[in-house]
T-cell receptor, first 113, second 116 residues
Framework: KAGVTQTPRYLIKTRGQQVTLSCSPI?????VSWYQQTPGQGLQFLFE???????NKGNFPGRFSGRQFSNSRSEMNVSTLELGDSALYLC????????????FGQGTRLTVV | AQKVTQAQTEISVVEKEDVTLDCVYE???????LFWYKQPPSGELVFLIR??????QNEISGRYSWNFQKSTSSFNFTITASQVVDSAVYFC?????????????FGEGTQLTVNP
């Protein structure tokens, strides 16, 4: 069974640009969550999607958005990139909305210059 | 609000030593879940264990063991006879009832280095 797949693995963008990251959950999993990991703030919850609906959202500005498709794949978008958005973005998938286990991908390392 | 604290930022041990990683949590809920994850240099968070708030039994899995004590709001993780491959950042995390396991509050992480 394939794990959580995130693409791309590495990305370099310029301030002011926008970026889209992709996450394919484990087959059969319907819940996808996104986290941002930085040296200063640690691991922080961004948002969670289940059955194409955003169920939870963390304390991030509106520049951070996401969506989930009918096949459970998810994308997150960051617009008007800032230097502080440089981070490892991790995606996690769970089997259902009530599942208590989350399985993570290897992440996308975004560098904003 | 929920909070997880891992007071040990870095721990360095010599191979075959036992090492305990501390985790203290805060939550107002009576039903919650506690987790440990391992993050090797590759970046992926590897799930190690989940404990629910009603199950205070200690868990042992090979060289790993976990001690959950509700009285002190602690969920400590011990690696027995550590190995170089155990070197990684370890995160303790919490999720509350009403949110799925996908909404986790993480501690700051403990960087464990096992030297040969």
């Amino acid at each position: 069974k394939a794990g959580v797949t995130q693409t791309p693995r590495y990305l370099i963008k310029t301030r002011g640009q926008q970026v889209t990251l992709s996450c394919s959950p484990i087959s059969g999993h319907r819940s996808v969550s996104w986290y941002q990991q930085t040296p200063g703030q640690g691991l922080q919850f961004l948002f969670e999607y289940f059955s194409e609906t955003q169920r939870n959202k963390g304390n991030f500005p509106g520049r951070f958005s996401g969506r989930q498709f009918s096949n459970s794949r998810s994308e997150m978008n960051v617009s008007t990139l800032e230097l502080g958005d440089s981070a490892l973005y991790l995606c996690a998938s769970s089997s259902s909305e009530s599942s208590t286990e989350a399985f993570f991908g290897q992440g996308t390392r975004l560098t904003v210059v | 609000a929920q909070k997880v604290t891992q007071a040990q930022t870095e721990i360095s041990v010599v191979e075959k030593e036992d090492v305990t990683l501390d985790c203290v949590y805060e939550t107002r809920d009576t039903t919650y879940y506690l987790f440990w994850y391992k993050q090797p240099p590759s970046g992926e968070l590897v799930f190690l264990i989940r404990r629910n708030s009603f199950d205070e039994q200690n868990e042992i899995s090979g060289r790993y063991s976990w001690n959950f004590q509700k009285s002190t709001s602690s969920f400590n993780f011990t690696i027995t006879a550590s190995q170089v491959v155990d070197s990684a950042v370890y995160f303790c995390a919490l999720s509350e009832k009403g949110t799925s396991g996908s909404r986790l509050t993480f501690g700051e992480g403990t960087q464990l280095t096992v030297n040969p």
